[in-house]
């Protein structure tokens, strides 16, 4: 083995993984992920239904509005007849 390679099936710290689960996305990356529309993700937040953030900087009115993907799932979850 090379002194540069990472050996089979150990991870690199130093490397961030390909495709880690987000903890945040956008309303756009919701409807991309779990294929929830604009609208009816809008109508969950009013609802608390899910949990979500707006981020923007003081003393502007607009600013990014983010979603928990955890919050997301366990709407999924709850939907399936889970219970927590």
Do not use: H, T
Not at 41 to 59: H, M, P, T
Request: proline fraction near 6%; charged fraction near 25%.
């Amino acid at each position: 083995m090379k002194p540069n390679q990472p050996q089979a099936g150990v991870a690199d710290a130093s490397r961030p993984e390909q495709n880690p689960k987000p903890e945040w996305v956008d309303v756009a990356g919701v409807e991309k992920l779990f294929g929830l529309r604009r609208s009816f993700v809008y109508n969950l937040i009013a609802e608390n239904r899910i949990a979500s953030v707006s981020i923007r900087q003081r003393g502007k009115l607009r600013g990014k509005r983010m979603v928990s993907c955890d919050s997301v799932r366990a709407l999924f979850f709850l939907a399936e007849g889970g219970s927590k």
